[in-house]
C-alpha cells in the first residue's frame, strides 16, 4: 500500500492548491468589481491586455500569505474561508427579493419559481450553515468582517467624487451581525460558546430570526429610481444605461 501512501501525500498538497489558486483568482475579480463601484481604490480596477486584473491577483496573493499567520491549522482557516464563502452565499437571496422588487422588468434568461419562498428559505439555511460553524469560527469571522468595512471606510472617505450610500437601507445590516454572532455564542456549537439556548431551540431561535432580517431588509430596500440612479452614478455610467429594456408586447 505504499503507492497508496505517496498518492494521498501528493494530493494533500494538489488539492488545497488548486482551491488556493481558484480562490486567489477571484478574489481578484472581487477587488476587481469593488473598484468598479468605487468601494476601494481604483488601482485594484487595473487589467492587462487579456482582461487580468493583476493588482487585486497580486495583492490577493500577498494578503493571503499574510492571512495564514494568526491560524494555527489548515482546518482552522479552511473553517474561517468556509464560514465567509456562507455569509457570502447569504447576499444572494437578499439580492433576489431585492432585485424582483425594484426591476421587475428587467430581462431575465432565467426566472426562478417559487422565489417568494425560496429566497426567504435559502437565506435562513445560510445562517444555519453559519451558526453550525461555531462559535470559534464566527468571532474570528466577525473580526475579519471588521477589518473589511474599516479598510472599505477609509478607502470610500478618500474618495470625494463618490456619491454618499444611502445608510437606512442597510440597517439590519449591522443587526443581522451581531445576532447572529450573539445566539451563535449561547448556542450549541463551539468551542467557546455557552450552551444556554438548549439544543433544536437554538436552530428555531436562529431560523426566526433570519426570517425577520430578510422582510427588514425588502422593506427598507431602496426605491427602483434611486437604487437605478445610485448605481450609475458609483460606476461613473449613465444612470439611463441601467434601466431594464421594455418589456416585449
Avoid: C
Wanted: proline share 8%; net charge neutral.
Amino acid at each position: 500500500m505504499a503507492w497508496l501512501a505517496h498518492l494521498l501525500r501528493i494530493d494533500a498538497f494538489v488539492s488545497p492548491s488548486g482551491t488556493g489558486l481558484i480562490y486567489t483568482t477571484g478574489t481578484s475579480r472581487i477587488s476587481y468589481g469593488l473598484a468598479r463601484n468605487r468601494y476601494v481604490p481604483s488601482i485594484f480596477g487595473k487589467v492587462d491586455s487579456r482582461g487580468v486584473p493583476w493588482v487585486g491577483l497580486i495583492f490577493a496573493f500577498l494578503f493571503g500569505l499574510l492571512f495564514l499567520l494568526p491560524f494555527p491549522s489548515w482546518r482552522s482557516l479552511v473553517g474561517v474561508i468556509v464560514g465567509a464563502s456562507v455569509l457570502m452565499y447569504a447576499g444572494a437571496p437578499l439580492s433576489l427579493g431585492a432585485f424582483r422588487g425594484q426591476v421587475p422588468d428587467a430581462s431575465r434568461p432565467y426566472r426562478m419559481p417559487a422565489a417568494g419562498f425560496l429566497a426567504p428559505a435559502s437565506f435562513v439555511i445560510a445562517d444555519l450553515l453559519i451558526y453550525w460553524s461555531g462559535w470559534e469560527i464566527v468571532w474570528k469571522l466577525g473580526i475579519v468582517l471588521i477589518i473589511g468595512y474599516v479598510l472599505m471606510g477609509i478607502s470610500m472617505a478618500f474618495d470625494s467624487q463618490r456619491p454618499p450610500l444611502d445608510w437606512k437601507s442597510a440597517v439590519w445590516l449591522p443587526v443581522w451581525l451581531a445576532g447572529l454572532a450573539i445566539v451563535t455564542w449561547q448556542g450549541q456549537y463551539g468551542p467557546g460558546n455557552t450552551g444556554n439556548i438548549p439544543f433544536w431551540w437554538d436552530m428555531l431561535i436562529v431560523a426566526v430570526f433570519s426570517v425577520v432580517i430578510y422582510y427588514w431588509a425588502m422593506a427598507t430596500k431602496l426605491p427602483s429610481e434611486e437604487m437605478l440612479n445610485l448605481v450609475g452614478r458609483q460606476s461613473s455610467e449613465n444612470p439611463e444605461d441601467n434601466l431594464p429594456p421594455a418589456p416585449h408586447h
